[in-house]
């Protein structure tokens, strides 16, 4: 994670007085300059080879113009180069939806996220080859100096972790295999190497702290401390701040519910201004309703999660989630609990405690160690308590019970491991669910969010796939999202 200056993007300028997003662009280029600036957001690491070929000279066509326009709507700082696009984001939030992805496409866990970090420090130490064995023996010896993580390579399940990382670095091109192979290494080291071509100006742009780590003792100490902006900063500044964290809190998540927001940001929230940036630069829709702002991907070109999707988990989603909105509109002696949700600062409160029980204890220095405080009090303007929003809370017995009826009826669509444990499958039905601010996982439930109503009426059909001669014919879910009575 990195933090952007409050300053003009180098080389392009600040926007002038009565300039608007993509100021110098035609309205015959304005989609492909939007197509540039979704790929540069969903994509903030761009090579000759990642995220495809066609993607580096697309945004280097309009770098001029995407250095200025995403400073001055987001404060993020584009770096680039003749081989790579580093977009340095702004990170407001602990987002734990974009993880990295082994090969077989699980999110990593935390000995495969240390292997990554210390493979990049490694190869700092190395030439323009290195044997993959090579490499595995000095993060080996890096990684027995850190309690409790170590790199055993006479283990298959390290080696597979660490080739994991060094995959997650090939497909970025910062390795390059030149000769063998790095699954046949995993099998069986003794038999089989692997050796790679270092590229340094992509390891470069892969990790560029702009923070002494080895001094924070807390994870929210990456996040942006801009919102801390002072008196002094003039008010312009505090404005300009305050108008770029409410187009980032618009752009990265699936809504920005006011009651959620904090108070500085309620005002930007609701100003026509926000919709005509995000429209112009993104090339998509702001929807407006009465509990919040969502910025609408139909194209799924910008999202990170597709959703009504395919697989199991999607598709036992999409279902739950609508039996999940019609109990929350059910009134007099059925009706649901209405609870508080976790506010913002309560969930960042929760995911750092999380990371930060990893976090190494020594060396580090005592006055850092001190919390960052009143970044996250939701307070009105005149430094009041805002009144708390609640919502409906179904339980976790119910939500099983619901979830067995639609394994009954819909079953025979599902993965046979996932049909089988129902209870993981609700824990990852809820999990996507809460990714997708559609409902809060709280203790012994879920509570219902605005948003969910989008899917309130759902149709489902069971499709039979044509049957091949081997193996034998497989059913498969499909569902037709009917909107009703949407909210944002």
Known sequence: MSAA??????????????????????????????????????HP???????????????RRWAEQLRIDLMEVLGHRLVTTADTARLLRVQDHLDATRPALTRAGRPFDRRRYA?????L????????????????????????????????????????????????????????????????????????????DIDREIL???????????????????????????????????????????????LENPVAYYADAEAELLGQLRAPSLAEDLERLTGLAVERRAEGVALVDTSGKLSDIRFPGGGTVAQAALLLGAR????????????????????????????????????????LLSELSAPEESLYEAVDEEGDEREETRYPFVTDSWLRGRLKEIIGEYGKGFAADLREDPD??????????????????????????????RYRGVSVRVKSRVPAPRPAAQTTLSADDTVKEPTP
């Open 5 to 42: 200056p409050s300053t003009s993007a180098p080389g392009g300028g600040g926007r002038r007085a009565g300039e608007r997003v993509a100021e110098h662009v035609s309205p015959l280029e304005l989609a492909d300059y939007q197509k540039a600036v979704r790929l540069v957001l969903r």
């Open 45 to 59: 690491l761009i090579t000759s080879s990642y995220p495809d070929r066609a993607a580096l000279p697309t945004v």
């Open 115 to 119: 292997f990554l970090v210390l493979t």
């Open 121 to 196: 420090a490694a190869l700092g130490r190395h030439g323009a080859q290195v044997a993959l064995g090579e490499l595995a023996d000095a993060v080996s010896a890096d990684a027995a100096r850190i309690d409790g993580l170590g790199l055993d390579t006479t283990r298959k399940t390290d080696r597979d972790a660490f080739v994991d990382a060094v995959t997650w670095l090939t497909e970025r091109g910062a390795l390059a295999l030149t000769d063998g192979s790095a699954t046949a290494w995993a099998g069986d080291p003794e038999r089989a190497e692997a050796l790679y």
């Open 204 to 250: 470069t742009a892969v990790h560029q702290p702009t923070r002494v780590l080895q001094h924070l003792t807390s994870v929210t100490a990456l996040l942006d401390s801009g919102s801390a902006l002072g008196l002094a900063t003039g008010r312009h500044a505090q404005r300009r701040d305050q108008a770029r964290r409410a187009r980032r809190l618009v």
């Open 324 to 363: 999940i909105s019609e109990a929350a509109r059910r009134t007099g002696r059925h009706a649901p609990d209405l609870l508080p949700a976790p506010t913002a600062a309560e969930r960042l409160a929760a995911r750092a405690r999380r990371i930060d029980a990893a976090l190494p204890a020594r060396g």
């Open 424 to 453: 993981r499958l609700l824990a990852q039905v809820l999990d996507l669910l809460a990714a997708l601010s559609l409902v809060a996982r709280v203790d012994g439930g879920v509570l219902v969010l605005p948003l969910l109503a």
